[in-house]
Nanobody, 118 residues
């Protein structure tokens, strides 16, 4: 069984910073972050492959940094220069890749709310 627990969400003013963390258990080898803004679909924020390759959504490049250790099943997201449009529920994600680009299913945490407003 795979379980994921996020922490670190909260309220910040525009231009502020916030760090999210996630700890997972079970058979996984890659982790990342997705988010769902009010009235929108869930989208990729950042992902770290089993080999440490990192992918960011265009909207957060240069502002967010993902770090973690897939072997220890931990991942963090440092969010800087936050904007109101970053307001969303952020979800920790985990996968088990059998080869590049191929995995079984997505596993999700319950989500943590990030609100950016003045």
């Amino acid at each position: 069984q795979v379980q994921l627990v996020e922490s670190g969400g909260g309220w910040v003013r525009p231009g502020g910073s916030l760090k999210l963390s996630c700890v997972a258990s079970g058979r996984i080898n890659a982790m990342g972050w997705f988010r769902r803004a009010p009235g929108k679909e869930r989208t990729l924020v950042a992902h770290m492959s089993k080999d440490g390759k990192i992918r960011y959504a265009d909207a957060v490049k240069g502002r967010f940094t993902i770090t973690g250790d897939n072997a220890q099943k931990t991942v963090s997201l440092e969010m800087n220069n936050l904007k109101p449009e970053d307001t969303a529920v952020y979800y920790c994600n985990a996968r088990y890749y059998i080869k590049e680009g191929v995995y079984g299913v997505d596993y999700w945490g319950n989500g943590t709310l990030v609100t950016v407003s003045s």
